[in-house]
């Protein structure tokens, strides 16, 4: 028995688990719900929660020392961009350190989470049992609902039509004619697989993206990606020079040139796709017209026969336990303080719902402590009218920042958002002395 909020934490993933430690060290009472039978979420390769985007070929693309916990370093041993295999034992080893293991229950998917008129959320399992709960933290992911292209690509195609959320292993491109649509990183990395494996490779570049090496100056691109309060577009003024001088114009590899500079939007980090294109293993195309069969029709005029064509379009932000009308991410918008508190229903937090230039899981490792801290009555939150402006605030501070997409509405940088939890948490544990470290959520189940 104690006085503290009871937890619920949805999902062991990357998130999952640095809430779950947070929660475990401070000695608040919860329990959390895997859907698969292991940790790592995404990171386990054909994950039996049947919602893993990993393909065999699958490495990080934010280097090892960025992406790690501060308080766990990843093995010496380990390359800087290790592959998800090693990154799966990476995040098991996590859990068996800090002996986490036991608080998880596997094969346990949540079906639907309520809440009751006194607050207390009602969260039944697929097993049917239902659990009460005094507080609730979503750490379900966002990159597993397909996005598929909008609007819908036209024609009827006769060849096999998957997004890169279904694609595992290269043997599904043996031979094919393959059409690899987007830009962003799992196009890429489909794209480069594709160029050594199917019988010929298209990329649709709909827009233009600076592609970055994975190393800048024999360095990981993102060495220098640290917590700071000097605004991260500033610093990555040099890394534009660098790249024009190393890289030059994404012309020069037949890709259009990005309207954009560098950093107003997510990094699409690739140092092989240049080379295939350089070496004139994948082709590129601005759209595709319609499907006509078993042909693709170009927006250029141009028709080809293809086999299969890969939608790396992206995913949706998706919670199916919830109702649509209680919490939902329409167009992928979130309306959160500080990417985590949900002003609407206290009580409930969200998890790594964020997409950096930079690493999740040290975020979501700052967001796992202020949550702690908050339960413990350690951290309180400012008004609702100050939370509010905070996040219009923020909301113009992201539409001046990044490109409109729904691709952008989690973005953050990295550095910029680290320094600002930590000043939140300085600063809500000041507000939390002045209300006497009054309970920020009553502990109403026994
Ligand atoms: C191909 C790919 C590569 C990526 N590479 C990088 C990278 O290099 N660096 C980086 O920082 N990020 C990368 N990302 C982003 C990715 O989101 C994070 O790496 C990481 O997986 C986020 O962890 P998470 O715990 O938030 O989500 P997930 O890894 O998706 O974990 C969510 C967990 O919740 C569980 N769950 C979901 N619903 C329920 C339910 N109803 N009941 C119980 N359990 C549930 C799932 O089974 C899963 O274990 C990549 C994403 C993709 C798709
Ligand atoms: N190796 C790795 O570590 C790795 C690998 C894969 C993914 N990831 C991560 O996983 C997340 C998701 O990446 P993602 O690449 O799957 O998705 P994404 O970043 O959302 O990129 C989607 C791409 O599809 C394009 N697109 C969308 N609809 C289209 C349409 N109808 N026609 C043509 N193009 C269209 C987008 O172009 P517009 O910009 O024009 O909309 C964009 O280039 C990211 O965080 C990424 O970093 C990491």
Redesign the pocket.
Known sequence: MTDLPSACV?????????AAKALHERGIPFDC????DR??????FK?K?G?????RS?????SRE??EYADFPMPASYPD?PR?DQ?ARYFNDYVEHFGLRERIEFE????HVGRREDGVWEVT??RGETRLYDALLV??????DPRWPEPPLEGSFDGELIH??HYRDPSQLEGKRVVVIGMG??AM?IAVDSSYHAAATTLIARSGVHVVPKYILGKPLDSAVRPTRIPFPWLLGGMQVVLRLTVGPMERYGLPNPEHRLGRAHPTVSTRILDRLAHGEIEVKRGIERLEGGEVLYTDGTRAPVDLIVCCTG?KISF??FDERFFAAPENRLHLYKRVFVPAHPGMYL???V??W????PI?ELQGRLVGDHLLGEYALPSPGEMQRDIDRMLRRQERRYLASKRHTLQVDFANYAVELEDERRAGTQRAQERGFAPAVAAVLD
């Open positions: 949805i999902g062991a993933g990357s998130s999952g688990i640095a719900f895997e859907k698969g940790v790592g979420g995404n990171w386990v994950n929660n919602v893993s985007s990993a393909y699958l490495h990080i693309n934010t960025r992406m961009f998800h990154i346990t998917g949540v079906q399992l697929e750490a379900n992911g966002h990159h597993w890169s959320h990183n799992s990395d995913y199916p336990f998890i790594g719902f997409q950096p930079g690493a999740i899981m979501a």
